[in-house]
C-alpha cells in the first residue's frame, strides 16, 4: 500500500488547487455510488478512499485546456424554419431612428 502523505499526494498533481478538485469529484462519484479502484476503501469516508485512490496512482490528474463542452448543446445553423434571434435581428440593421435633439442649457445671467 502507498503511504498515505501530502508529499506523497502533491507529486501526483501540479497544486494543492488541482488535487484537492481531483479528489472532491472522486468522493463524489463514490458517495453517489461508483465502486472504488482499490481493495482498502473506506465505506464510511469517500474522501479518505479518493485520497488512497490518487496515493495508488489508480486515478491520474491532468489538466484539460480549453472551456468544457459537456454542457453544451449543438445547434444547427441551416435550420431555415427557425426564427432568428434577437442578437441575429439586431445584427441585420438598425432601426432609422433619428436621434433625440439634446436640449441646450440656458445661460444665467
Same mark, same amino acid.
Given at each position: 500500500?502507498?503511504?498515505?502523505?501530502i508529499?506523497?499526494l502533491?507529486?501526483?498533481?501540479?497544486?494543492?488547487?488541482?488535487?484537492?478538485?481531483?479528489?472532491?469529484g472522486?468522493?463524489?462519484?463514490?458517495?453517489?455510488?461508483?465502486?472504488?479502484?482499490?481493495?482498502?476503501?473506506?465505506?464510511?469516508?469517500?474522501?479518505?478512499?479518493a485520497?488512497?485512490e490518487? =496515493?495508488?496512482d $489508480?486515478?491520474?490528474?491532468k489538466?484539460?485546456?480549453?472551456?468544457? +463542452? %459537456? #454542457?453544451?448543446e449543438?445547434?444547427?445553423?441551416?435550420?431555415?424554419?427557425?426564427?432568428?434571434?434577437?442578437?441575429?435581428?439586431? =445584427?441585420?440593421? $438598425?432601426?432609422?431612428?433619428?436621434?433625440?435633439?439634446?436640449?441646450? +442649457? %440656458? #445661460?444665467?445671467?
Amino acid at each position: 500500500m502507498t503511504e498515505l502523505t501530502i508529499d506523497n499526494l502533491l507529486s501526483k498533481a501540479k497544486n494543492k488547487f488541482l488535487l484537492v478538485n481531483a479528489a472532491a469529484g472522486r468522493a463524489k462519484q463514490v458517495s453517489e455510488g461508483s465502486l472504488p479502484y482499490i481493495d482498502n476503501f473506506d465505506p464510511t469516508n469517500p474522501v479518505i478512499t479518493a485520497l488512497r485512490e490518487i =496515493a495508488a496512482d $489508480k486515478i491520474r490528474i491532468k489538466v484539460l485546456s480549453g472551456p468544457s +463542452k %459537456k #454542457a453544451q448543446e449543438i445547434l444547427s445553423v441551416d435550420d431555415d424554419d427557425a426564427p432568428p434571434s434577437a442578437m441575429e435581428r439586431l =445584427a441585420k440593421g $438598425k432601426k432609422d431612428v433619428a436621434p433625440a435633439p439634446k436640449k441646450k +442649457k %440656458k #445661460a444665467k445671467d
